[in-house]
């Protein structure tokens, strides 16, 4: 190992036993463990960062990244935090409960071990939370075994991500896709043969986030903070979903929450959030006969968006943490 790296492992094993020292006589409602991050980012943290704030409107008092001697519950997000210190700081008698994403290796691409490392930390868990049915049985297809597992839907900000009070018919369709990563699996395929076959007189297609592609015809808008991104999603009437293997996409919850019907890839978790709010398909030449289909029933689509309630979400996880 590089001695810079084992300088920097080293100040964290150092911080982690100076923070449980100071943190004995101290006592929260619920630890979090997660690296938390100012969007624009990931769903994972964004999901985070509502559920957080809702518990804490609730006078849930919510520590990060540490668990004080008298903290009862400890919420742990898939692999998105630092495995080490939460060993450390685990105890006896702690209601733990680790969120668990993915399976990563399946919406990645490739498998680099994460999996492995996710189900390793799970033996500290008393339940787990996957993000969709589909998640679930994928988790069991793989062999990869967890504790106690049940599904919780991700949910978004109800006061950033609502619809809009009036609807104006748009002469072209307005189609709006969003992703914070830049991975080909998130739909750089779809949107490469929409860039290419679409009828861009009847239809405006824009993409919001982080992509390596060039686009001749699709707008481009790099990534935005929630406020302005749920902003440019209310200006746009249909959210095209074209992930692979996506266990719970935040980005496809926050078009349905904007009033967005989906034009949803049939994979990963899309079609059991989206139920009668949008159409599928499986290849991006089926797409044009969707979009359209979705023009003349876009009213009736519309009405039939279910999303999951941020409260309802949260009192699913307050159960789970004070069980």
């Known amino acids: 190992m590089h001695p810079r790296a084992v300088l920097r492992a080293l100040r964290r094993r150092v911080a982690t036993e100076r923070d449980r020292l100071e943190s004995r006589g101290g006592r929260s409602d619920v630890a979090v463990f997660h690296e938390f991050h100012a969007p624009p980012y990931g769903g994972g943290n964004q999901f985070l960062l509502a559920l957080k704030r809702e518990l804490e409107r609730r006078n849930v008092s919510v520590e990060t990244n540490r668990v004080s001697g008298g903290t009862p519950a ?20 702690i209601c733990m409960v680790h969120r668990v994403d993915g399976p990563v290796g399946v919406y990645r691409g490739f498998d680099d071990g994460t999996d492995r ?4 930390i799970n033996d500290l868990a008393d339940t787990t939370v996957l993000q969709s049915r589909y998640s679930l049985e994928r988790h069991a297809e793989l062999g990869l075994d967890l504790h106690n597992p049940t599904v919780i839907h991700n949910a978004v900000n109800p006061s950033i991500f609502f619809p809009s009070a009036q609807r104006e018919p748009h002469e072209r369709l307005r189609v709006i896709t969003t ?28 993409f919001a986030g982080q992509t390596q592609m060039q686009f001749d015809r699709i707008r481009v808008v790099g990534p935005l903070p929630s406020e302005p991104l749920a902003e440019l999603l209310r200006e746009h009437d249909v959210f095209l979903a074209p992930s692979r293997d996506d266990p719970c996409s935040n980005a496809l919850l926050e078009g349905l929450a904007c009033g967005l019907p989906a034009a949803f890839l049939h994979s990963g978790g899309h079609p059991e959030l989206v139920g009668q709010g949008g159409l599928g ?43």
Do not use: M
Not at 82 to 93: T, Y
Not at 117 to 120: E, L, N, S
Not at 311 to 321: P, Q
């Open 281 to 323: 398909f499986d290849a991006p030449e089926e797409l044009p006969a969707v979009l359209a289909r979705l023009r003349e029933e876009l009213e009736q689509r519309r009405s039939a968006i279910r999303v999951p309630s941020l409260t309802d979400v949260a009192d699913r996880y307050l159960e789970l943490l004070t069980a």
């Open 179 to 206: 992703s914070w990563s830049d991975n080909p699996r998130k739909g750089s395929d779809v949107l490469t043969w929409l860039d290419r076959n679409l009828d861009f007189d009847a239809y405006e297609v824009t």
């Open 117 to 120: 490392r996710i189900v390793a």
């Open 74 to 93: 400890c919420l742990y997000n898939s692999f998105n935090f630092d495995f080490a210190r939460l060993r450390r700081f685990a105890r006896p008698g």
